[in-house]
């Protein structure tokens, strides 16, 4: 089955500093790639996804890459702000089968 | 409607109990899914149905057991839970083999003494 690597685990940066979070996955089946934002006691949020079929895709401050070749995947935070602290999933799709990366603990100091 | 609505919110049950876990959607998604979400840690498939049958059982012990009676409804039934079940349950929905739409409840918390 699917196994994602997700790095680092935590993730501390300054106001105004980029942050960028790398994912690695197994199956070369896998062909959507989202990417989560959890907060304390609530449920995983959508914040950007990407399709096997294109390789970077971008909304507003956040972006993500995708290599294909290489089977990694990429989250990019530019201008960062308190806000974005919180936990970061990536994830990887074949057909139903959803798994997701260990997570990154992100924290923005102000 | 675009929300996958969970009940209850929170639930304690003893060992003994005998609860169910529910999951509502009305957006037409024939996928839906039971995930398990440990404190710091990734969510955890449980179950896939798609078109109201199982297709997907990460070796869950029986001491869980899904249901679709139809296809917005998704149940966890819960019997003779141990207290290292006590988790986040997430159900979530989206469209048949495509990510389209995929939309995660807010989870019930399960606390099991």
């Known amino acids: 089955g699917e196994n994602v690597e997700q790095h680092p685990s935590t993730l501390s940066v300054q106001e105004g500093d980029s942050a960028v979070i790398k994912c690695t996955y197994s199956d070369s089946a896998s062909n959507y790639f989202p990417w989560y934002k959890q907060e304390l006691g609530k449920r995983p949020q959508l914040i950007i996804d990407i399709r096997s079929n294109v390789g970077e895709k971008k909304d507003q401050r956040i972006a993500v890459t995708l290599n294909k070749t290489a089977k990694h995947f990429s989250l990019h935070i530019t201008e960062t702000q308190p806000e974005d602290s919180a936990v970061y999933f990536c994830a990887a799709l074949n057909n139903n089968d959803m798994r997701f990366g260990a997570g990154t603990r992100l924290t923005v100091k102000p | 409607d675009t929300e996958v609505t969970q009940t209850p919110k929170h639930l304690v049950m003893g060992m003994t109990n005998k609860k169910s876990l529910k999951c509502e959607q009305h957006m037409g998604h024939r996928a839906m899914y039971w995930y398990k979400q440990k404190a710091k840690k990734p969510p955890e498939l449980m179950f896939v149905?798609?078109?109201?049958?199982?297709?997907i059982n990460e070796s869950v012990p029986s001491r869980f057991s899904p249901e679709c009676p139809n296809s917005s409804l998704l149940n966890l039934h819960l019997h003779a839970l141990q207290p290292e079940d006590s988790a986040l349950y997430l159900c979530?929905?989206?469209?048949?083999?495509?990510?389209?739409?995929?939309?995660f409840g807010s989870g019930t918390r399960l606390t099991v003494v």
């Open positions: 979530a929905s989206s469209q048949d083999r495509a990510p389209y739409g995929y939309t």
């Open positions: 149905y798609s078109y109201e049958k199982l297709s």
